[in-house]
């Protein structure tokens, strides 16, 4: 960091920086609080452009489609030709607003529905302690900080206990710094990446408890100022991928048809500018320009349903991962059992009471300083136990690589180191034995082990957890503890939990398997406890991959193993991500749902990322969804609705690449025999403009049940086999269209191109009800505002020729008996159409 930055924070004495910030040890009052933050700005890294409504509805009139009809509105109006100017205007100005008062209405949802779930932090104001929302902290604000909080800002610590702060984002090192409050940073280490009574924005608290100052906010942190060095465009995920494969489609289908309109009329000697005018029309209407605010719509519509649902989405795109998920990785804890964890036994290494090892177990959890585990919690709520006069040391905080905690006390001059953790690993680092019948210390030789082990596995088996428990005595006047103390230990014991099956998670687990998802145990503990709640739960074990064995496969042996594992134990942080990749590369779409400080790279890695409303800020941060329920219930409930909402997107894609196109084949087509345009340009355009506010009510449509029961992606050569099955079925009955037009009603070009107008919409509007469902469209129900919307809209298309408006486009009145003929033949067209998709799903693509 910059010298001159780490003076401010670092350098001098605590009483004076708090001097320089005109603050105290009992933080800001309110209403300076509030002055500072409307002179500083909110505290975060890049301020969020406020949102003015009309740069934001004049930047709609950059996109590339829109400036080219303008620029022909301008050369319509050049060449003498001011009704077309004024029609084309109309509608680019309505087609502008109609994109942006749904995006904005969309945007604004799901804006909402984040500050639901956006980080806060503890803080004293007017001498008392609060909760704010991270972005209102100011300089001179006093922050209270625990394991597994996100450190808000750039701040000099006051007090702290056994502070351990990750700042790998910083510096690159790969353990957490131990932080003090001291009143200079002189005593630092010259190789110190940062100064040790100073903690900064982007790091996280593994252990430990301080009180801090912030100095720097917002872009004057350190990390603000090399935040544009670390941002990185995220991988983009299979949502983005998809719309971008099929936009590349519709592009390619695009350009080819525009150049052969153009060459066709220009070989025809037809005029220049109706030419163009003519392609250009032919280019909008080939253009799914409603599909950004479709998707945009359906997905804040799926984030309002999904909250309701008591799941809020972070990332909008992520809904369409939840929807596509087919393995879900998560521990057990709170999620298959009650995480109402009881303390019901303490016994020694033979199975036999152990009042010893309660009250070790009692001193190392009421010491500790990181965060405080359900066990821990546990054995603090024994209300017999007492500290007796031990007093604390030292430290060597949990981490889950090691799977324990050690904490040096003292009581009237002896000093002993306690540690806690998992029980083979302490089982591990045990020479000696210490029986609960008394009798001194015996070796722990090989049988004593295997009799520990059995133990373990027995009590496994039923379903208890059990934490391993040991001691040391130390030297007297021993100051520190370190990694190598934890060796040459007494076992003392286990402490054994109860945490019994959750009793919704049977009903969730069914559910999930009825989804087609398939739930894969992630945990530290260990393999016989986590399979007897599995059992218990429904939930077949296929197989099990212990975090030591896996440690010793290479990815292929990994590739191997994981379709037939179904419990992953014991398993240290990177192996949590390791499997969660390996999924990945294997085709998978997975899922992953944690609540810990060792969760976020994990979280990070799955497609879609689930946190819930209690974990810690690292975790709720990593997340892309937030469950406000720990239950799995809640998950297949979001799950469901991430299909429907892909779903709905998918509908409106199947419309556009069937009917909408092969209707514009037909005009591409109709060029090289018809005399004049099948349509003139400005008919296309409001045809377009009509077709798409028939589809604005898609977001609020019903889906069909099978449409939820599996995963679906975006498949780019399905939609392309659809549309080139279906589209020429549309184009088939407009060539009919254009020769009863021409040789039964010997149209002129003025009823031509009205009838096929006519036809056209309701053609192209009407498909929806057929093609919005896979199955019959009289038992599927539509929405009753698409239903509106669409039969609105075809009684406009049939209207309008007998108006003066009508007129303004070229259109004239059409016969009656025309009319019941494009009735009749549209009818046909829809039986026609929903034969086919029958045809097409059950034949030839029944899987996609």
Same mark, same amino acid.
């Given at each position: 960091m910059t010298e001159?930055?780490?003076?401010?924070?670092?350098?001098?004495?605590?009483?004076?920086?708090?001097?320089?910030?005109?603050?105290?040890?009992?933080?800001?009052?309110? *209403?300076?609080?509030?002055?500072?933050?409307?002179? *500083?700005?909110?505290n975060q890294l890049e301020e969020r452009a406020k949102r003015r409504l009309l740069i934001d509805f004049l930047g709609r009139f950059k996109n590339p489609l829109v400036l080219v009809l303008l620029a022909a509105a301008a050369i319509a109006a050049v060449t003498g030709d001011p009704p077309s100017f004024f029609i084309i205007t109309t509608i680019v100005l309505l087609s502008v607003l109609l994109d942006f008062v749904q995006e904005h209405r969309a945007q604004s949802a799901a804006e909402s529905l984040q500050k639901k779930v956006a980080l806060s932090v503890s803080v004293l104001r007017d001498s008392k302690q609060r909760e704010i929302p991270v972005t209102e902290i100011v300089r001179g604000d006093v922050v209270l900080l625990a394991a597994g909080d996100l450190v808000p800002?750039?701040?000099?610590?006051?007090?702290?206990? #056994?502070?351990?702060?990750?700042?790998?984002?910083?510096?690159?090192?790969?353990?957490?710094?131990?932080? +003090?409050?001291?009143?200079?940073?002189?005593?630092?280490?010259?190789?110190?990446?940062?100064?040790?009574n100073a903690v900064f924005m982007g790091s996280s608290v593994v252990s430990?408890?301080?009180?801090?100052?912030?100095?720097?906010?917002?872009?004057?942190?350190?990390?603000?100022?090399?935040?544009?060095?670390?941002?990185?465009?995220?991988?983009?995920?299979?949502?983005?991928?998809?719309?971008? #494969?099929?936009?590349?489609?519709?592009?390619?289908?695009?350009?080819?048809?525009?150049?052969?309109?153009?060459? $066709?009329?220009?070989?025809f000697h037809r005029p220049l500018i109706e030419s163009f005018l003519f392609a250009l029309a032919l280019a909008v209407g080939l253009t799914p320009e409603l599909l950004p605010m479709i998707v945009s719509v359906t997905l804040a519509r799926g984030a309002l349903r999904m909250a309701e649902k008591n799941v809020i989405v972070k990332r909008l795109s992520a809904i369409h991962d939840l929807g596509s998920m087919d393995i879900l990785c998560s521990d057990k804890t709170g999620t298959l059992t009650e995480a109402h964890i009881a303390l019901v036994r303490e016994v020694d290494l033979t199975g036999a009471d152990s009042r010893h090892v309660l009250q070790l177990a009692y001193l190392n959890a009421a010491f500790e300083t990181g965060l405080k585990s359900p066990l821990d919690q546990a054995i603090l709520?024994?209300?017999?136990?007492?500290?007796?006069?031990?007093?604390?040391?030292?430290?060597?905080?949990?981490?889950?690589?090691?799977?324990?905690?050690?904490?040096?006390?003292?009581?009237?001059?002896?000093?002993?180191?306690?540690?806690?953790?998992?029980?083979? *690993?302490?089982?591990?680092?045990?020479?000696?034995?210490?029986?609960?019948?008394?009798?001194?210390?015996?070796?722990?030789?090989?049988?004593?082990?295997?009799?520990?082990?059995?133990?373990?596995?027995?009590?496994? +088996?039923?379903?208890?957890?059990?934490?391993?428990? =040991?001691?040391?005595?130390?030297?007297?006047?021993?100051?520190?503890?370190?990694?190598? #103390?934890?060796?040459?230990?007494?076992?003392?014991?286990?402490?054994?939990?109860?945490?019994?099956?959750?009793? @919704?998670?049977?009903?969730?687990?069914?559910?999930?398997?009825?989804?087609?998802?398939?739930?894969?145990?992630?945990?530290?503990?260990?393999?016989?406890?986590?399979?007897?709640?599995?059992?218990?739960?429904?939930?077949?074990?296929?197989?099990?991959?212990?975090?030591?064995?896996?440690?010793?496969?290479? *990815?292929?042996?990994?590739?191997?193993?994981?379709?037939?594992?179904?419990?992953?134990?014991?398993? =240290?942080?990177?192996?949590?991500?390791?499997?969660?990749?390996?999924?990945?590369?294997?085709?998978? $779409?997975?899922?992953?749902?944690?609540?810990?400080?060792?969760?976020?790279? @994990?979280?990070?890695?799955? #497609?879609?990322?689930?946190?819930?409303?209690?974990?810690?800020?690292?975790?709720?941060?990593?997340?892309?969804?937030i469950l406000l329920k720990t239950d799995l219930g809640v998950l297949a409930d979001g799950v469901r609705e991430g299909r429907r909402t892909f779903a709905n997107i998918m509908k409106y894609v199947m419309m556009e690449t069937s009917s909408n196109f092969g209707n514009m084949f037909s005009m591409a087509g109709g060029v090289l025999f018809l005399p004049f345009l099948p349509m003139l340009p400005v008919q296309i355009l409001l045809n377009n403009l009509l077709y798409d506010v028939s589809q604005i009510a898609i977001p609020l449509d019903e889906v069909d049940a099978e449409m939820a029961e599996r995963p679906r992606h975006w498949n780019v050569r399905f939609v392309r086999n659809f549309m080139l099955v279906l589209g020429p079925v549309s184009s088939l009955f407009d060539f009919l269209a254009f020769a009863l037009l021409l040789l039964v009603f010997h149209a002129g070009a003025r009823l031509f191109q009205t009838g096929w107008f006519v036809e056209s919409l309701m053609t192209q509007v009407l498909v929806v009800f057929v093609i919005r469902t896979r199955g019959n469209p009289f038992t599927s129900r539509p929405h009753r505002l698409l239903v509106a919307s669409a039969l609105a809209i075809v009684a406009v298309a049939i209207a309008l020729p007998y108006t003066f408006i009508g007129g303004w486009f070229g259109l004239v009145p059409v016969p009656a008996v025309l009319l019941l003929t494009l009735a009749g033949m549209t009818a046909l067209y829809l039986l026609t159409v929903e034969g086919v998709k029958r045809w097409f799903y059950t034949r030839h693509f029944a899987a996609q």
């Amino acid at each position: 960091m910059t010298e001159s930055k780490a003076g401010d924070i670092a350098g001098g004495t605590v009483a004076d920086l708090l001097n320089r910030l005109a603050t105290g040890t009992a933080g800001l009052a309110s *209403d300076e609080a509030a002055r500072r933050l409307a002179a *500083d700005g909110p505290n975060q890294l890049e301020e969020r452009a406020k949102r003015r409504l009309l740069i934001d509805f004049l930047g709609r009139f950059k996109n590339p489609l829109v400036l080219v009809l303008l620029a022909a509105a301008a050369i319509a109006a050049v060449t003498g030709d001011p009704p077309s100017f004024f029609i084309i205007t109309t509608i680019v100005l309505l087609s502008v607003l109609l994109d942006f008062v749904q995006e904005h209405r969309a945007q604004s949802a799901a804006e909402s529905l984040q500050k639901k779930v956006a980080l806060s932090v503890s803080v004293l104001r007017d001498s008392k302690q609060r909760e704010i929302p991270v972005t209102e902290i100011v300089r001179g604000d006093v922050v209270l900080l625990a394991a597994g909080d996100l450190v808000p800002a750039d701040c000099r610590l006051i007090e702290a206990k #056994d502070l351990f702060v990750n700042q790998a984002l910083l510096t690159g090192e790969p353990y957490p710094a131990e932080k +003090q409050a001291t009143d200079s940073a002189a005593a630092d280490p010259p190789d110190a990446a940062l100064p040790a009574n100073a903690v900064f924005m982007g790091s996280s608290v593994v252990s430990g408890t301080a009180k801090a100052v912030a100095v720097h906010t917002g872009r004057a942190t350190e990390l603000g100022g090399i935040a544009h060095s670390l941002r990185k465009e995220p991988p983009p995920t299979a949502f983005a991928i998809g719309l971008r #494969d099929f936009g590349l489609l519709i592009v390619r289908l695009t350009v080819l048809l525009v150049f052969f309109v153009l060459l $066709v009329n220009l070989l025809f000697h037809r005029p220049l500018i109706e030419s163009f005018l003519f392609a250009l029309a032919l280019a909008v209407g080939l253009t799914p320009e409603l599909l950004p605010m479709i998707v945009s719509v359906t997905l804040a519509r799926g984030a309002l349903r999904m909250a309701e649902k008591n799941v809020i989405v972070k990332r909008l795109s992520a809904i369409h991962d939840l929807g596509s998920m087919d393995i879900l990785c998560s521990d057990k804890t709170g999620t298959l059992t009650e995480a109402h964890i009881a303390l019901v036994r303490e016994v020694d290494l033979t199975g036999a009471d152990s009042r010893h090892v309660l009250q070790l177990a009692y001193l190392n959890a009421a010491f500790e300083t990181g965060l405080k585990s359900p066990l821990d919690q546990a054995i603090l709520d024994i209300k017999d136990v007492a500290l007796d006069g031990w007093s604390k040391i030292d430290e060597v905080p949990f981490d889950f690589e090691r799977r324990r905690v050690s904490v040096l006390v003292e009581k009237a001059g002896k000093r002993m180191l306690v540690v806690k953790g998992a029980p083979e *690993d302490v089982l591990k680092l045990a020479s000696h034995y210490e029986p609960a019948a008394g009798g001194g210390l015996v070796p722990l030789d090989d049988a004593a082990r295997a009799a520990a082990l059995a133990l373990l596995a027995k009590f496994g +088996q039923e379903g208890l957890r059990l934490l391993g428990v =040991a001691w040391r005595e130390m030297v007297p006047g021993t100051a520190h503890c370190h990694l190598g #103390d934890e060796a040459d230990l007494t076992f003392a014991g286990f402490a054994v939990f109860l945490d019994p099956p959750k009793q @919704s998670a049977r009903a969730a687990l069914e559910a999930l398997a009825h989804l087609n998802v398939s739930v894969r145990i992630v945990t530290g503990d260990n393999e016989h406890v986590t399979r007897h709640v599995c059992e218990a739960l429904g939930l077949s074990v296929d197989g099990v991959l212990t975090g030591p064995e896996l440690a010793t496969l290479t *990815d292929e042996a990994l590739f191997a193993r994981l379709e037939g594992t179904t419990l992953f134990c014991r398993v =240290a942080p990177a192996q949590k991500s390791r499997i969660i990749g390996a999924f990945r590369k294997r085709g998978h $779409v997975v899922g992953y749902l944690g609540d810990g400080i060792n969760d976020a790279p @994990s979280l990070q890695e799955a #497609d879609v990322g689930l946190s819930v409303a209690d974990a810690v800020d690292v975790a709720k941060q990593a997340a892309a969804m937030i469950l406000l329920k720990t239950d799995l219930g809640v998950l297949a409930d979001g799950v469901r609705e991430g299909r429907r909402t892909f779903a709905n997107i998918m509908k409106y894609v199947m419309m556009e690449t069937s009917s909408n196109f092969g209707n514009m084949f037909s005009m591409a087509g109709g060029v090289l025999f018809l005399p004049f345009l099948p349509m003139l340009p400005v008919q296309i355009l409001l045809n377009n403009l009509l077709y798409d506010v028939s589809q604005i009510a898609i977001p609020l449509d019903e889906v069909d049940a099978e449409m939820a029961e599996r995963p679906r992606h975006w498949n780019v050569r399905f939609v392309r086999n659809f549309m080139l099955v279906l589209g020429p079925v549309s184009s088939l009955f407009d060539f009919l269209a254009f020769a009863l037009l021409l040789l039964v009603f010997h149209a002129g070009a003025r009823l031509f191109q009205t009838g096929w107008f006519v036809e056209s919409l309701m053609t192209q509007v009407l498909v929806v009800f057929v093609i919005r469902t896979r199955g019959n469209p009289f038992t599927s129900r539509p929405h009753r505002l698409l239903v509106a919307s669409a039969l609105a809209i075809v009684a406009v298309a049939i209207a309008l020729p007998y108006t003066f408006i009508g007129g303004w486009f070229g259109l004239v009145p059409v016969p009656a008996v025309l009319l019941l003929t494009l009735a009749g033949m549209t009818a046909l067209y829809l039986l026609t159409v929903e034969g086919v998709k029958r045809w097409f799903y059950t034949r030839h693509f029944a899987a996609q």
